[in-house]
Structures are given as structure tokens and as C-alpha cells.
């Protein structure tokens, strides 16, 4: 079943260049399958990962991660194909298209002495 996800990014601030800034993009996405699959996990203290974060759909597909540590948690490391494409602190979160999902992998950044929870999903992308 095909559907739509829209993804609605807001930046606006002052102060933090020679002019107010104000980006405010919207993308419709054709997707397939409302959601391929999602989750919450945690990486263990002290990961010996990283690990790969399995889903049984095709690609290309649209990825989301969202760290919901709270306190001292660490960041989550994300890489994509062997490269490091993010470390996301508490809170924060990244949507992504991804072309090879099989090589989406997380562990905690620099071997954090604490776990880190985490959300994610993917979406087919048609």
C-alpha cells in the first residue's frame, strides 16, 4: 500500500548570522508500506559493536533515529556503510534518506560507560 510522509523542517533564529535566519523546507514523500518497521532499543554500556540496525524491506528507504536518553546518556554513533554519518546527543534526531539499509549500523559513541536508548524507523521509499 503507497502513502505519503511529510517531513517539515524549521530552523528560524536570531543572532546566529549577520541576518535573522528563517528556513523553513517541506517535502512529500511517496512511500511504501506506512512504516516498514520501528522500535525502541538500547545500546549496552561499553558497546563492543557496533550493530547493524536490520529491517526486511528493499532499498532505498527513508531513515529516522532519535535518541531519548535523558541525564548523562551518551550519543548514539550512526554509520552508514562503514562511515560515521552521525553522533546524536540526547534528544536530538536525524531523518535520512538511505540507499543501502542493510549497512545502517549504531553503537555509543567512543565507548560510553552508559547505555543509550534510542527510537528509530524506516520507510520504503517508492
Known amino acids: 500500500m503507497a502513502g505519503t510522509v511529510t517531513a517539515t523542517l524549521t530552523l528560524a533564529g536570531q543572532g546566529v548570522t549577520s541576518d535573522p535566519i528563517a528556513i523553513a523546507p517541506t517535502a512529500v514523500l511517496n512511500i511504501d508500506?506506512?512504516?516498514?518497521?520501528?522500535?525502541?532499543?538500547?545500546?549496552?554500556?561499553?558497546?563492543?559493536?557496533?550493530?547493524?540496525?536490520?529491517?526486511?524491506?528493499?532499498?532505498?528507504?527513508?531513515?529516522?533515529?532519535?535518541?531519548t536518553g535523558i541525564g548523562p546518556a551518551g550519543a548514539l554513533e550512526v554509520s552508514i556503510g562503514g562511515v560515521v554519518a552521525a553522533n546524536i546527543k540526547q534528544g536530538q534526531w536525524m531523518f535520512i534518506p538511505v540507499e543501502n539499509a542493510a549497512a545502517v549500523e549504531y553503537d555509543t559513541e567512543a565507548l560510553a560507560a552508559t547505555a543509550v536508548p534510542f527510537e528509530y524507523a524506516f520507510w520504503a521509499s517508492v
Open 33 to 67: 508500506n506506512p512504516c516498514v518497521e520501528s522500535g525502541s532499543l538500547i545500546t549496552p554500556p561499553l558497546a563492543a559493536g557496533p550493530y547493524t540496525l536490520t529491517t526486511a524491506a528493499s532499498d532505498p528507504m527513508f531513515l529516522y533515529i532519535k535518541n
